[in-house]
């Protein structure tokens, strides 16, 4: 269908809002751009990278993980990956015996179970975001789709698709029922630094020894085409995530590492405080345009279209949203939910963004 839907886009005539993509509009900051990387200053820059990962990017990675997490963490718990996509796809190659089961919180990333399926796991959809209310109902949630074939849960928070943050204490309750199961806890952080409301819990913090935490320079610092991002773990099995990486990607581009490194110097951050406040603005906005709860985190609202939709089913309202110039990504893509609609708010400038949450408002009956 998303294929049927791009063609069409294309020829539509006018102003075009892709708002299915996660992506931002801005570019990464002075200094961490590819044009300000030199071979003259980094001499080998267009070599192979070691596969673990460029030396210097693994020692700031490092230094990172322990300020934030206060969990003791040395260059042998860390992998750069090609993206967290990468990183993701080394952590299920590692643990995943054919059949194996994941179970996925969902909505959940939508590249994940496909990563599970590479590796001839099972991924199993968890309703979790709306159907959990308390650390009680999440544990159960996740406890009645465990069977002898789970071994290990996904979970994402900030989340990517509904912009939620899971409270500290239902992690707490999840990675405590995960380790008496003696399930690997696989923790997607990639919009840890965009928090809205509420905090970040690090999962690797409660249970160092059976927690995989997924991080990227794509999300943190406006670096999706780098394709570098980083996986920590337990040192006992960092070297099982090795071989599969160094099978599949090998290593990330060495430029791209030099660049993140570069972002963790401080010029990074100092972005991700300038940019925090636009992006919480711009949910801020989206979500009271289209009548929804802000994010709590994340740049993405996910939201029921099912009133809007006619006898054509969601697959009708997305036609009529391309013939609007506008691109929404269809829920059925995040889990079982085939009535939602998934929206970026950073995908495009404020000025051209808030004209396509104006349409989408228009085609959602929000006069």
């Known amino acids: 269908m998303f294929s049927f839907l791009a063609h069409r886009l294309a020829t539509y005539e006018g102003e075009v809002y892709p708002l299915h993509v996660g992506d931002t509009w801005l570019e990464p900051a ?11 200053e980094h001499p080998g ?77 099972r991924p199993v959809a968890v309703p979790f975001l709306g159907v959990a209310d308390s650390p009680e109902s999440a544990v159960e949630a996740v406890r009645r789709h465990l069977t002898p074939a789970t071994v290990a849960i996904y979970l994402s928070t900030p989340s990517n698709p509904t912009g939620r943050v899971i409270p500290r204490p239902w992690i707490e309750a999840l990675v405590e ?10 923790s997607d952080e990639v919009y840890e630094d965009y928090i809205y409301r509420g905090e970040h819990t690090y999962a690797r913090a409660l249970v160092p020894d059976r927690t995989f935490s ?25 070297p099982e995530l090795r ?27 100092a972005w991700i405080d300038r940019v925090r406040p636009e992006y919480e603005s711009l949910g801020r906005m989206a979500a009271e345009r289209l009548g929804l709860e802000p994010p709590d985190g994340s740049t993405f609202l996910f939201f029921d279209v099912a009133e809007h939709l006619d ?9 009529d949203c391309v013939d609007h110039g506008l691109f929404v990504a269809p829920g059925s893509s995040f889990g079982p939910y085939p009535t939602h609609v998934r929206m970026c708010f950073t995908a495009m400038p404020p000025d051209a ?13 929000k006069a």
């Open 45 to 121: 820059m267009h070599r192979y990278a070691p596969p673990h990962g460029w030396p210097a990017l693994l020692d700031a990675v490092v230094e990172r993980v322990r300020r934030r997490t206060g969990v003791p963490t040395e260059p042998a718990n860390v992998l750069i990956g090609a993206g967290a996509t990468g990183a993701l796809g080394a952590v299920m190659g590692a643990i995943l015996e054919p059949d194996d089961e994941v179970l996925i919180l969902a909505p959940y990333w939508p590249l994940i179970p496909g990563i599970v399926q590479c590796y001839r796991g």
């Open 214 to 238: 997924a991080h990227s320079f794509s999300k943190a610092f406006g670096m999706a085409g780098n394709r570098c991002g980083y996986v920590v773990g337990p040192e006992k099995l960092m």
């Open 177 to 186: 029922w995960a380790c008496r199961e003696k399930l690997w806890v696989v």
């Open 353 to 365: 963004m808030e004209r396509g949450i104006e349409t989408l408002a228009s085609m959602l009956g």
């Open 243 to 269: 071989k599969v990486s160094t099978h599949s990607f090998y290593s990330s581009p060495t430029a791209s590492q030099i660049a993140a490194c570069r972002a963790l110097d401080g010029r990074g951050d």
């Open 30 to 40: 002075e200094g961490c751009r590819m044009q300000d990387l030199t071979v003259e």
């Open 311 to 319: 006898a054509r089913g969601l697959e009708g309202f997305l036609e």
